[in-house]
């Protein structure tokens, strides 16, 4: 049988059959000797075939080719990485820039990340209702920043309602992860756009001003007009992976822009003599948060290690 994996729970997977049919699945022990180092050889979005043993056990035997998916490093270091989702026709990534603060440098290797894998993204601001003038004309900057590097930006509050509209036009007939930090509001945006699934939601910790996870494990959820959401549990860092520290400029679309006109076909972009990216800096054609990045994770790269305070 063939199918669709719609939720992952660690070590059951629920798939949905070319038929329609619900089915919980395990995965066999070979997947993990084949070479895929990651907490998970198996993601939800992913085709797979699926047969049963003579207890009735379901299992999943073959995943089929990924067009694409979103990956980052396993915070679990034994593994390598963590496949959020797979063949997705777009990412949302939920940001805040208030309750909880999402960082420049979180928003760029997310973006970066997509980059490499080619998931075009979207940036959704959520919560618009809690900001005041200066938090706005704040959000307003981002978004300019943003939108002028060629990313859609829409501003949004789930609470309220306000702006949900586009977010249902960009949706229509489209496999859509939903990702971003714990607390940024990802359940409740849900929770407007279907209104029958009725997903848990958590207040904002006052102490530390982040989130809660509420969503412990990925799931597809069904559009009403056809296409899914993938609600995923809520990532504090994203640590970059499988990245070589020259394919990283053409993960962000500014610098490989200028980078076309440096002096050295080898530049890295940080001290090189006629380097056209860090001239592009200094006359502030590149934004010295994207430009900051960039260096954090070269420098990833150079330290080959992980460290959770992005």
Not at 54 to 77: C, E, H, P, V
Not at 286 to 297: F, K, P, T, W
Request: charged share 25%.
């Amino acid at each position: 049988m063939q199918g669709l994996v719609i939720k992952n729970t660690g070590s059951w997977y629920t798939v949905k059959t070319v038929e329609g049919d619900i089915v919980e699945c395990k995965i066999k022990g070979n997947f993990r000797l084949k070479g895929i180092r990651s907490t998970n050889p198996v993601a939800v979005g992913d085709h797979v075939e699926i047969e049963r043993n003579q207890q009735d056990t379901a299992f999943i035997t073959a995943i089929g080719d990924r067009k694409n998916y979103i990956i980052r490093k396993s915070q679990n270091l034994s593994k390598q990485s963590h496949i959020i989702a797979a063949n997705v026709d777009q990412a949302f990534l939920v940001v805040t820039v208030e309750r909880p603060q999402t960082s420049t440098t979180f928003i760029d290797r997310f973006l970066a990340t997509a980059e490499a894998y080619s998931v075009p993204v979207v940036l959704v601001f959520n919560k618009t209702d809690l900001l005041d003038d200066d938090l706005m004309r704040y959000q307003q900057m981002m978004m300019d920043l943003y939108e002028t590097v060629g990313y859609k930006c829409v501003p949004v509050s789930a609470e309220t309602g306000d702006g949900m509209d586009v977010l249902m036009t960009l949706l229509h007939d489209r496999i859509t992860l939903l990702s971003g930090h714990s607390g940024v509001g990802k359940s409740t945006m849900i929770n407007r756009l279907l209104p029958g699934v009725n997903l848990r939601t958590a207040e904002i910790s006052d102490a530390h001003n982040t989130g809660i996870h509420t969503t412990t494990f990925s799931e597809m959820l069904p559009l009403p007009g056809g296409g899914y959401i993938i609600d995923t549990p809520g990532i504090k860092g994203f640590g970059t992976f499988n990245m070589e520290p020259e394919e990283l400029t053409s993960y962000f679309k500014e610098i490989f822009h200028f980078s076309k006109d440096c002096r050295f076909n080898n530049c890295t972009h940080t001290h090189e003599p006629g380097c056209a990216v860090l001239k592009a800096v200094e006359d502030h054609y590149i934004a010295a948060s994207r430009y900051q990045s960039y260096l954090s994770m070269l420098e990833d790269k150079d330290e080959n290690k992980y460290r959770e305070a992005y």
